[in-house]
């Protein structure tokens, strides 16, 4: 009965969008997705459905991304959208957007586990995606991946019980 009961509630909080966080890339804990309606501007923290890409499938298979429901069969980002589409972003030793700086964006040469870690190259950001980026100095951002689809956009993250460890 208690498994049931259990059960049950997670399916839906789940269904009203709630999700929790297991990665130090932003706090860890309960959040919940909330509807964007609006374009996705800079500075926006959203949670982000990754395309099933190369890049993404490596990642899956080094362990950066978790099991969850975006295609692919992994968990939605949070990520932070630190530019839009005809936005120039350089990446070298770290990121700068239209020349300024961004904080915190220092690129990894190799993995928590030694792996060879291989920067995105950088440029303009394409018409209908977003270049997204972490402060947690070992995230998986568009520092490696580049850009993604605005299409992929699931919401806003919304803290609801976290704890930045």
Same mark, same amino acid.
């Given at each position: 009965?208690?498994?049931?009961?259990?059960?049950?509630?997670?399916?839906?909080?789940?269904?009203?969008?709630?999700?929790?966080?297991?990665?130090?890339?932003?706090?860890?804990?309960?959040?919940?997705?909330?509807?964007?309606?609006?374009?996705?501007?800079? !500075?926006?923290? =959203?949670?982000?459905?990754?395309?099933?890409? /190369?890049?993404?499938? $490596? %990642?899956?298979?080094? #362990?950066?991304l978790r099991f969850g429901t975006c295609p692919g069969g992994v968990a939605p980002l949070i990520k932070t959208i630190?530019?839009?589409?005809?936005?120039?972003?350089?990446? !070298?030793?770290? =990121?700068?957007?239209?020349?300024?700086?961004? /904080?915190?964006?220092? $690129? %990894?040469?190799?993995? #928590?586990?030694?792996?060879?870690?291989?920067?995105?190259?950088?440029?303009?950001?394409?018409?209908?995606?977003?270049?997204?980026?972490?402060?947690?100095?070992?995230?998986?951002?568009?520092?490696?991946?580049?850009?993604?689809?605005?299409?992929?956009?699931?919401?806003? %993250?919304?803290?609801?019980?976290?704890?930045?460890?």
């Amino acid at each position: 009965m208690a498994a049931c009961v259990l059960g049950g509630g997670a399916v839906a909080a789940f269904t009203a969008g709630y999700r929790i966080n297991l990665t130090p890339s932003e706090p860890l804990g309960l959040w919940r997705i909330v509807a964007l309606d609006r374009p996705p501007a800079a !500075g926006d923290l =959203v949670f982000i459905c990754p395309p099933q890409t /190369p890049a993404m499938r $490596v %990642a899956r298979e080094r #362990g950066y991304l978790r099991f969850g429901t975006c295609p692919g069969g992994v968990a939605p980002l949070i990520k932070t959208i630190i530019a839009l589409a005809g936005q120039h972003v350089e990446i !070298g030793a770290h =990121v700068s957007v239209d020349g300024v700086r961004v /904080p915190f964006s220092d $690129v %990894a040469t190799r993995d #928590g586990s030694g792996r060879p870690m291989a920067p995105d190259s950088g440029g303009v950001v394409p018409a209908a995606q977003v270049f997204l980026h972490s402060p947690f100095s070992g995230s998986f951002d568009s520092r490696y991946f580049g850009p993604l689809p605005v299409s992929g956009i699931l919401g806003l %993250a919304k803290q609801v019980l976290t704890n930045a460890p």
